[in-house]
């Protein structure tokens, strides 16, 4: 597959579960610019799009939060607040591409891009430093 996302080192938060979850949403993207983009109209393709798209945002950002309560990472709950807001606009997106609008599903993928470079490697970095401080990258 064409790689037009790229992963890169700045985006690890060194644990390797968790990096292995952010590649696989790289993976997402690049699927979509490569297949998906040009099936626009394909209702099927884009339900399964969309289906794994939100599973995938759902079961990664409670793993991340599973994850920094074990830690006792102290800045959690302002962490899960930026979470569930991200996720109301997410859903509500993920909505509207599911009745078919384009321009959501677009928008959809804009979101998630931004996600990828200001959540993850900004404030996701945050709770890596603090592990790094900690010097516990297992759970
Ligand atoms: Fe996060």
């Given at each position: 597959?064409?790689?037009?996302?790229?992963?890169s080192d700045d985006l690890s938060v060194g644990v390797p579960e968790i990096d292995k979850q952010h590649k696989k949403l790289v993976d997402i993207l690049n699927r979509y610019y490569t297949e998906i983009k040009n099936k626009e109209d394909d209702k099927e393709t884009i339900d399964r799009f969309l289906n794994e798209?939100?599973?995938?945002m759902r079961d990664h950002l409670d793993y991340e939060e599973k994850f920094l309560a074990i830690i006792g990472y102290p800045e959690l709950e302002q962490h899960k607040k930026v979470h569930r807001m991200f996720m109301n606009m997410y859903s509500k997106e993920i909505e509207r591409?599911?009745?078919?609008?384009?321009k959501a599903l677009r928008e959809l993928v804009s979101f998630t891009l931004s996600w990828l470079y200001t959540h993850i490697a900004k404030t996701d970095k945050?709770?890596?430093k603090f592990l790094q401080e900690k010097a516990v990258t297992t759970v």
């Open positions: 597959m064409e790689q037009i996302i790229q992963w798209l939100s599973d995938y591409a599911r009745n078919g609008d384009k945050k709770y890596a």
